[in-house]
């Protein structure tokens, strides 16, 4: 299927969502159709975005007010240095996280969902299409076990995130698509790909 203008496609969801392997079987997808797509996660490249991962990775925290200003940071860099240059090159640009992350997480640290969108889109162009691939907490937290030998990270907590998901069940903004991510991930991809046909 062939895109026919510039597009920003959104994954969204709690860790363990599945939504990593589902934007990326997009990718294939969407190249594979002989479109010019761009892949991005967020928590980017920037120095922001790596101190982020850092801090998770040794199981540190920081201050909330310091949190925030990291991720938004980070997607000021992500913007200016990946996400415009590829939409003004006609590209199609995928993202796993973007703004809504911060709303949810975040939000569910206890800042206002609104105000961090506010902040966002003051300078982050707004996704064409978003999708929310949601699964319950127990299977979320049961994926990411699986694949981690470690304890529960510093964002992974089962409170917390089921915080993140009513967050995420709760957003109302243009193009948002929940999309179950319970079943098999060829199933939950065949949803996504039937949204971007009849995009
Ligand atoms: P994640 O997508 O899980 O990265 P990876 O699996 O590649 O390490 O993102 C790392 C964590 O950062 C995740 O728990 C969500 C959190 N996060 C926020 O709290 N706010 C944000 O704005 C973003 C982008 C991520």
């Known amino acids: 299927m062939k895109i026919q203008k510039p597009s ?6 709690i860790d363990g969502s599945g939504k990593t392997s589902v934007s990326k079987l997009l990718l294939s997808y969407l190249q594979d159709s002989g479109n010019e797509v761009q892949w991005f996660r967020e928590p980017a490249d920037s120095r922001w975005g ?7 990775n040794l199981k540190e925290s920081i201050p909330i007010e310091e949190e925030l200003e990291y991720f938004i940071k980070d997607r000021q860099w992500n ?14 640009v995928i993202l796993d996280r973007y703004y809504f992350s911060t709303a949810c997480y975040q939000g569910a640290r206890g800042f206002s969902i609104e105000e961090i969108i506010e902040r966002n889109t003051a300078f982050a162009p707004a996704p064409d299409i978003t999708f929310i ?21 510093l964002f992974e907590k089962r409170d917390f995130l089921q915080k993140v998901r009513a967050n995420y069940l709760e957003l ?11 079943p098999p991930l060829d199933e939950v991809f065949d949803r996504v790909r039937n949204k971007i046909d009849s995009f």
């Not at 240059?85 to 590209?91: E, F, I, S, Y």
């Not at 691939?133 to 990270?153: M, N, P, Q, S």
């Open 8 to 13: 920003l496609i959104v994954f969204e969801g």
């Open 50 to 56: 790596r101190k982020i991962r850092e801090l998770a």
């Open 79 to 92: 913007v200016k240095n990946n996400i415009l240059p590829g939409l003004r090159q006609n590209k199609t």
């Open 133 to 153: 691939i949601d699964v319950d907490v127990d299977t979320a937290l049961k994926r990411i076990k699986r694949g981690r030998d470690y304890e529960a990270k």
């Open 172 to 182: 109302r903004a243009p193009g948002i698509h929940i999309i179950d991510g319970t």
